[in-house]
């Protein structure tokens, strides 16, 4: 049985209503009995020591979430750099590459373009990035991106991003809902990153403060939003976010969570006059780009193409069927609990900027809270 995104998100958050969607949710939660089965006998290995965990010498910083799909990784992985290269230190990104072309995927590309002095290394092998990252590098602190369950790895923080709009895969595991583990895995972190807190209100965030702490009570929950920095173009051009309030626009984007960018558009005062959604990762050829010229010239010639960073990289054009093409860049903003981020990122600062004199890697089973 093979699903589209699209299709996919909208069987099972139940909207597709009927028999067929039923006996498809049926099928689809029988096949996640097994993947349940396997992730709790994985996570079960890892916490009794039986598979081990390489540690490296530096400091490892994990940024992961339970669920498939957008949660928001890519500013929070920038944030973290910034907080780290402000503080003089050489920090190098670690990442498995998921929907990559040529090597690199979309959230290394953006985050080459906005963090140009921070390393990315990608690849199935992250313990063999970090010793390159250690060696041939010279890093200093390693972030770890969509590492929750990557266990293999050791690391010193976990920190597991929550997305408010979408928090807990419609409820069941993949292939059933959205969970990539179950919600009591929450007891692994070590912080819980609730992001785009401004899409929902305050009753739905104290919902959601009340469920993780239900899963892992010690765990200290810090709300966030992203907020739109500024309009760029594929020639590093950048505009101000009130540019194009007064003109009609026309949005795509291949994200986790398109909804999400459409939320933040309105929020701008921008209503496009029409909304494209391609499925996470979308690897653009030159039919997409015919096609999506074809749907632009439905549209006044005034009309303006937005999009994500995530998708501009790929593209990189300035132009679509005459019109302008832009991205929204946009940037993690802590709104409650920056004194007690500020403090865990802190726990983890080498005592010196100098590289560390401990053996490069053991595998062993100590210091991972998986």
């Known amino acids: ?36 089965w396997a992730i709790q006998l994985r996570n079960l290995l890892y916490h009794h020591r ?34 780290y290269r402000q503080r003089k230190l050489r920090v190098a990104l670690l990442s498995r590459g998921y929907g990559s072309v040529a090597g690199r995927n979309d959230e290394a590309l953006v985050l080459e373009e906005n963090l140009p002095d921070v390393p990315h290394l990608q690849g199935a092998d992250r313990v063999a990035l970090a010793a390159v990252a250690i060696e041939e590098l010279e890093s200093e602190l390693l972030i770890l991106d969509d590492g929750f369950q990557h266990h293999r790895l050791a690391r010193d923080l976990d920190l597991v991003l929550v997305d408010t709009t979408q928090p807990w895969g ?20 070590d912080l819980v990153l609730l992001t785009r807190c401004d899409q929902v209100n305050s009753e739905e965030r104290k919902d959601l403060h009340r469920e993780v702490a239900r899963h892992a009570p010690a765990i200290p929950v810090i709300e966030t939003v992203h907020r739109p920095r500024e309009w760029v173009n594929s020639e590093k051009q950048t505009s101000p976010l009130e540019k194009f309030q007064q003109t009609p626009v026309a949005a795509f984007c291949g994200i986790g969570n398109p909804e999400a960018f459409h939320r933040t558009l309105q929020a701008l005062g921008m209503i496009p006059c029409d909304f494209l959604a391609f499925p996470d990762h979308h690897a653009y050829d030159r039919k997409d780009v015919e096609d999506l010229g074809r749907w632009l010239q439905g549209f006044p ?13 790929k593209l990189r054009i300035t132009h679509l069927a005459g ?21 865990q990122l802190g726990t983890v600062l080498p005592i010196s900027s100098g590289r560390v004199s401990c053996p490069l890697l053991r595998t062993d089973g100590s210091g991972d809270p998986s």
């Not at 010498?57 to 907080?83: D, M, Q």
Request: aromatic residues 8%.
């Open 323 to 343: 019109r302008e093409l832009w991205a929204l860049r946009i940037g993690l903003h802590v709104e409650v609990g920056q004194e007690t981020l500020d403090q």
């Open 301 to 313: 010639k005034d009309t303006v193409a937005v999009t994500t960073q995530k998708d501009l990289v």
């Open 170 to 189: 419609h409820g069941h595991l993949f292939p059933r809902g959205m969970l990539r583990e179950p919600l009591g895995s929450l007891r692994r972190a």
């Open 50 to 83: 039986w598979l081990a965990h390489s540690r490296v010498s530096i400091p490892v910083i994990s940024v992961g979430n339970l669920t498939l799909g957008g949660t928001g990784k890519t500013p929070c992985v920038e944030y973290l750099a910034r907080f």
């Open 1 to 36: 049985m093979i699903i589209d995104p699209c299709s996919f998100r909208l069987l099972v958050s139940g909207q597709s209503q009927g028999f067929w969607p039923g006996l498809q949710r049926g099928g689809l939660w029988a096949a996640s009995l097994p993947y349940g």
